[in-house]
């Protein structure tokens, strides 16, 4: 029997990221309705991705849950997260926080900070797993999985829906 601890251990980084962008996207992507592969914005990301930090190994994948885009190895285990603009801050540093739960309660990974690198604008923020960030993320995977198992939220129009790859199937 898998405990509830367990079951929202099964949430992905891009799902944590959506549930901050919007509520329909985090359900459609999660139900695989994925529309990424034909936008113009996410080959942008990944060309940054593929021409930033060519010395580090990249695009690391643990559990098939969660992907970073590399990793130092030092005093501190360093995740890093290369992001094009902080349009989506919020998203960033909860994906992040995310994956440094995982590895403090899946594989027992104290030492561990997360870094958002933003090359475009040559600037980085640092994040530590707290206490109160444990507790949020607790609480935002348990919303996911609260999403997932019901209709798909009606669409909502705001400014960022314009650029979305899921535009189409939300509003046409």
């Not at 996207?25 to 936008?39: A, C, G, T, V």
């Not at 607790?138 to 019901?150: P, S, V």
Request: aromatic share 10%.
């Amino acid at each position: 029997m898998i405990s509830d601890s367990e079951k929202e251990l099964r949430i992905i980084g891009t799902q944590i990221n959506y549930y901050f962008i919007c509520k329909t996207k985090l359900w459609l992507f999660s139900h695989h309705i994925q529309m990424e592969q034909e936008s113009e914005l996410v080959s942008l990301g990944k060309t940054l991705h593929q021409d930033s930090y060519k010395r580090d190994k990249r695009d690391q994948t643990i559990d098939n849950l969660i992907s970073f885009d590399f990793i130092r190895k030092g005093d501190v285990l360093e995740i890093h997260e290369v992001k094009k603009s902080k349009k989506m801050s919020k998203a960033h540093h909860y994906q992040l926080l995310y994956y440094l739960y995982y590895l403090k309660n899946k594989k027992g990974i104290n030492n561990a900070i997360g870094i958002i690198d933003y090359p475009k604008i040559r600037r980085r923020e640092t994040l530590k797993l707290d206490e109160r960030s444990q507790q949020e993320i607790q609480n935002i995977t348990k919303r996911i999985g609260n999403i997932l198992k019901e209709e798909m939220p009606a669409p909502s129009r705001r400014p960022a829906c314009r650029r979305c790859a899921y535009f189409e199937f939300c509003f046409v």
